[in-house]
């Protein structure tokens, strides 16, 4: 009896070790849970920038800028399709579209709008208050009171300005015409950036001597009539950075072509269409250069941290061919200044 009642109590013994030794596991089992792998809460999604691309008109100097922008978002961590969901629309060079297409965006609540040229600049500035505008190809923000400020905007609007020294083009065009007397050019009453490019041009143009013969035209089926207008009363014509005209480029080139006077331009892809030479600057840098201040804000940058910036620098290109049709030697000198020649 004594051996066998040792036998239960052994059995006993080994089967409460057992239960308790099963409790403890099961409580360190239970403790280390939150360290696995499978109990680890998931990273949330992130999170897709709703961006709002306005554009005045399609040309090769604003595409250019647009897909620069693309690019400058895209280096920056904000690819489209990915984490960045791109609404284009174009104006179409009509101001009331440009309106339309801001109001569509202050609708959609876009988280970031970004406006390529002054119609569509001004047209997002004042339909979008909540929300950043980033603006590029805006030769006077100022006087499109787009800013108050170039160094410190004070609202939600900055951008990139594409402004070119008028000296410099007069400068440029005597070069090649020495007696140059008349200067056309052609431009857009209601585009503000133009009335300024003009009023500028007006100054070098009477410090120089240089009569400048104005043509402005308020719709673009008028561009052709007033290039039409300048043949006999000038001797070159020169197109600003005005979208409308420059659009409608080609039109103006086939009334200088079949009249022999040069056309010279203030963006280097108007050159590339035929114009004969420009100071001008990249359009596809300045459109990254957008592109990477867009990014900054939507990092957390302020507008007011993020003042308006200028190209400091113009370039030299030269269409040779163009610069033949028109009977103008191309020097040396000019050649070995040049960043492109177009053949």
Do not use: W
């Amino acid at each position: 009896m004594r051996r066998a009642g040792s036998f239960v109590m052994a059995a006993l013994l080994s089967l409460t070790l057992a239960a308790c030794g099963a409790g403890s596991n099961g409580g360190s089992q239970s403790a280390a849970a939150p360290s696995t792998g499978t109990t680890e809460a998931p990273a949330a999604a992130e999170q897709t920038v709703k961006l709002g691309l306005t554009q005045f008109v399609e040309h090769p100097a604003l595409d250019s800028i647009r897909q620069g922008i693309l690019d400058g978002l895209k280096d920056a961590g904000y690819e489209d399709g990915k984490n960045l969901a791109v609404d284009y629309q174009n104006a179409h060079a009509d101001m009331n579209n440009t309106v339309t297409i801001a109001q569509k965006y202050a609708g959609d609540q876009k988280d970031i709008v970004i406006a390529i040229a002054t119609p569509s600049a001004q047209a997002a500035a004042k339909a979008i208050t909540d929300k950043p505008v980033v603006f590029s190809a805006v030769t006077d923000p100022l006087s499109a009171q787009l800013v108050s400020s170039l160094e410190t905007p004070d609202g939600n609007v900055t951008g990139t300005s594409d402004k070119v020294s008028m000296e410099q083009q007069l400068e440029l065009i005597k070069t090649f015409l020495p007696e140059l007397k008349k200067l056309g050019v052609i431009y857009t009453t209601s585009e503000v950036n133009a009335e300024v490019q003009v009023k500028d041009l007006e100054e070098a143009t009477s410090k120089a001597g240089v009569e400048l013969v104005k043509a402005g035209t308020s719709q673009m089926s008028e561009i052709q009539l007033a290039a039409q207008g300048m043949v006999g009363n000038v001797d070159a014509i020169f197109i600003p950075i005005d979208n409308s005209v420059v659009s409608a480029f080609e039109a103006v080139l086939s009334v200088a072509e079949q009249n022999k006077f040069p056309v010279f331009a203030s963006d280097t892809d108007t050159v590339k269409r035929g114009a004969v030479a420009t100071y001008g600057i990249d359009y596809y840098q300045m459109g990254k250069q957008t592109g990477e201040m867009a990014a900054r804000v939507l990092k957390g940058q302020t507008i007011g941290q993020t003042p308006v910036e200028v190209s400091k620098t113009a370039d030299l290109y030269i269409n040779e061919t163009a610069a033949e049709k028109f009977g103008l030697p191309v020097t040396e000198a000019l050649k070995q200044q040049a960043k492109e020649i177009i053949k």
